[in-house]
């Protein structure tokens, strides 16, 4: 299992960025996705969640509105744009896939090495 995370940097408040996961070793369709985030000296903080098929989403109230979770099941990629950006947003972000097919949880075991975003002025 391997999951690949990219496209974080470094943004004003205000600006956007998207990440990608492009992910290997497991039938990535068949799996419920997530992102999760940590923030410096801060625990992991769930972020948002997708259905297999694209169909089901599910985010943080924090995030609500600013961010948009998506996913290419033909790509094996899975995608998180990040709208309207504050300096809360500054962490290192996951993907991670849940445990078992089909079946959506929070175990965020399987993860990727992370993409670091930083929000500052």
Do not use: H
Request: glycine share 10%.
């Amino acid at each position: 299992v391997q999951l690949e995370e990219s496209g974080g940097g470094s943004v004003q408040p205000g600006g956007s960025l998207r990440l990608s996961c492009r992910i290997s070793g497991f039938t990535f369709s068949n799996y419920y996705m997530s992102w999760v985030r940590q923030a410096p000296g801060k625990g992991l903080e769930w972020v948002s969640s997708i259905s297999p098929a694209g169909s089901i989403k599910s985010y943080a109230n924090s995030v609500k509105g600013r961010f948009t979770i998506s996913r290419d099941n033909a790509e094996n990629t899975l995608y998180l744009q990040l709208n309207s950006l504050k300096t809360d947003d500054t962490a290192m972000y996951y993907c991670a896939k849940a445990s078992s097919p089909y079946r959506p949880d929070n175990d965020y075991n399987y993860r990727g090495q992370g993409t670091q975003v930083t929000v500052s002025l």
